[in-house]
């Protein structure tokens, strides 16, 4: 659709998202970027197609599976940050994740080494065993759901959970949501999944990566979708003879066809890749086929991540795009002699072991009769027998009322009724925790047996702890805050002998505090350490000018070129710069020392006429006081008070007595 009539573009949804332009888009939603104008950031945001956000209970699962994502908090998980719906747009907000798939990375580079494929897959297995730990199973892993960040290049699996979601109710049951190159053999026989169906998945990548082509190629995806059920993954070796023999027999388990003869879980798929990365030698690790030796990979159109429903074979598909297959249930026609055609169902044969179903389909005339005799017996009984077996009490049952009950009390009622409950759990101010919340249905409402139910449980009030903001910026503390779902509340300002300008000292509430949801944390923040007077120390000895001015919190510098002082003794402070005022701890103060007053030398004046004598002291900075001897009359200095050569401060009074 082009960007001008798109509806979404340029729209701020819920009041808070200004989608700004389209990043991509499928069968079930198109991913838009757009900003985050209350926390001022770039996000994914993912709206679901309109058709489908009109079906209620297609809108149910896909909040579901976004609760349930959100609580996924891992580096190499796509943060999920929002879930909602305005005006008949139902969203998810994501975080946005700008750089390249690893479909790309397959497309141009494969086939890699074993240490380039396992750097790769290492990180979407440790996303997966966190999803498996948490209860969710991805369902729809695949090259084109790993995203490969630009800044760092950090894996990132996304989409957790949407391959879960249900079609509208007018498609039949009988399919799954699914990319026929990744399925796992039980997704198509039964459509059911769990951790070793992720397993499987994370099996065919590392395939892909190391071999530069799919395990299972073809355009038609029900045929694909046969040979996940009836073949096996292919060796690696046999394509490409540089891949390690321990890497290639992981693949074929991690990939087996019977779920019971892969690891149990991602996390024990991820013990065992890195056990391989330790053990590999390295020339075994960075070994690259030769020119000859490389396979071609198999092109991808532009669409191949899209979503959509598959009632028959199409062409011009090549097996990678998430859609619905029709599923094997127990009872349908096997086809083991090639794959069919149309709407047609699978049955499993043996795949990478020993068949283990030929003794039930050699059994297949004991049930011919079976069914025969029912057939009878529904004719005999009538309309009745038949509504009894297919609409009524023996498949369906009636909602009992769960909520208030405790989530193990409202699990017995519901398998009583053999219903499923899928338990969710969220924030109740008023319901104790392990209580249960509302549920998907109401009570008396007909429902057929295994049919899921939703329980919301109770794990009581809403809180999140008080991070630890010591030390922490305002802008950092607030981020922080903002990680768990709290606030920066009022800034203050106070001085700090030990923390540095612009750093927290504490935060009111205290770090680990439980607070309610968007709480405001107060935060006291340094403004350094507190100013100081500086004492006046003009005219005190060194030492004793030193001493108060260190004790006073300041720095002393002395000046190395001391100066003459008539006023100040030799040793004490003639100058402090700066003087007494009021100035930041640990400013420094440079002192000048006195070297006390200039000393000047008596020259030998008698028998000089007064005139010259007294002319040649006052030079010198001396003062001259005259005495008469016997009237004076010849003018001629007869003694001197100060002794010739005598080193005296200026200003000295030297006495000449004249006759």
């Known amino acids: 659709m082009p960007a001008s009539t798109d509806p979404v573009l340029d729209r701020v949804v819920d009041g808070r998202y200004r989608v700004e332009s389209e990043l991509a888009r499928g069968g079930m939603a198109t991913v838009y970027r757009a900003r985050d104008l209350r926390l001022d950031r770039p996000v994914a945001l993912k709206v679901m197609r309109e058709d489908l956000a009109r079906d209620d209970a297609f809108v149910r699962r896909f909040v579901h599976e976004a609760r349930v994502a959100a609580r996924l908090q891992h580096p190499h998980i796509v943060s999920v940050y929002d879930q909602g719906e305005d005006d008949g747009v139902v969203f998810l907000a994501m975080e946005l994740v700008e750089g390249h798939t690893l479909r790309d990375v397959i497309a141009g580079r494969a086939p890699l080494s074993a240490r380039e494929a396992l750097q790769l897959i290492i990180p979407v297995t440790e996303a997966l065993a966190t999803a498996h730990s948490a209860g969710l199973v991805h369902r729809d892993v695949k090259p084109e759901n790993v995203l490969i960040s630009r800044r760092g290049g950090a894996v990132k699996v996304t989409d957790f959970g949407l391959a879960r979601l249900d079609g509208n109710p007018n498609v039949t049951t009988e399919m799954l949501w699914g990319t026929a190159a990744y399925l796992a053999p039980e997704q198509v026989e039964t459509g059911s999944a769990d951790p070793r169906t992720d397993v499987y998945a994370v099996a065919l990548l590392l395939f892909e990566l190391v071999t530069g082509r799919k395990a299972f190629p073809g355009e038609d995806p029900l045929r694909v979708a046969y040979e996940h059920v009836h073949g096996g993954v292919p060796h690696a070796r046999d ?82 795009r998430t859609r619905r297959i029709p599923v094997t249930r127990p009872g349908s026609p096997a086809h083991a002699d090639g794959p069919p055609a149309g709407d047609a169902r699978y049955a499993r044969t043996s795949g990478n072991r020993v068949p283990v179903r030929r ?8 049930a011919a009769w079976v069914l025969g005799l029912l057939l009878v017996l529904l004719a005999a009984g009538g309309g009745y027998g038949f509504w009894y077996l297919t609409q009524g009490p023996a498949v369906h049952s009636l909602m009992p009322t769960v909520v208030g009950l405790t989530e193990e009390q409202a699990r017995a009622a519901l398998d009583a009724e053999e219903l499923d409950p899928v338990v969710v759990r969220d924030y109740s101010e008023d319901v104790p925790p392990d209580v249960v919340l509302d549920a998907a249905y109401e009570p008396g409402t007909r429902l057929r047996h295994g049919t899921d139910v939703e329980l919301v449980v109770s794990q009581g009030p809403e809180r999140y702890a008080v991070p630890p903001l010591e030390g922490l910026t305002v802008d950092e503390a607030r981020a922080a805050l903002e990680e ?24 009111s509430p205290g770090v680990g505090e439980q607070l309610p949801p968007r709480t405001e944390v107060a935060v006291t923040v340094s403004s350094g350490p507190a100013p100081v007077d500086v004492p006046d120390v003009r005219g005190r000895p060194q030492p004793e000018a030193v001493s108060l001015l260190e004790e006073a919190g300041l720095r002393v510098a002395i000046d190395p070129e001391q100066v003459f002082s008539d006023d100040v003794p030799a040793g004490a402070v003639v100058s402090q710069d700066p003087g007494p005022s009021t100035v930041a701890r640990d400013t420094e103060v440079r002192l000048t020392i006195s070297k006390g007053p200039e000393l000047v030398t008596v020259p030998e004046v008698v028998g000089r006429q007064f005139s010259s004598a007294e002319q040649e002291l006052t030079d010198l900075g001396l003062v001259v006081v005259r005495e008469d001897i016997a009237g004076g009359f010849f003018s001629t200095v007869r003694e001197q008070s100060v002794e010739p050569g005598t080193q005296v401060p200026r200003n000295t009074t030297v006495v000449l007595r004249v006759v």
């Open 484 to 507: 768990v779902n709290l606030a920066l509340g009022a800034t203050t300002e106070e001085h700090s002998e030990s923390v540095p300008e612009g750093r927290i000292i504490s935060s």
């Open 239 to 320: 394509l490409v003879p540089t891949v390690p023999a321990p890497l290639e027999d992981l693949v074929l388990r991690a990939g087996a066809t019977e779920p019971d003869d892969r690891p149990v879980d991602a996390a024990a798929l991820l013990s065992e890749l890195r056990h391989l990365e330790s053990t590999l030698t390295p020339s075994e690790l960075d070994a690259l086929p030769a020119a000859a030796d490389h396979t071609v990979p198999v092109h991808v159109d532009g669409g191949a991540d899209r979503t959509q429903v598959v009632h028959r074979p199409s062409r011009g598909d090549d097996g990678s």
């Open 359 to 366: 003794e039930r389909e050699r059994s297949g005339s004991g």
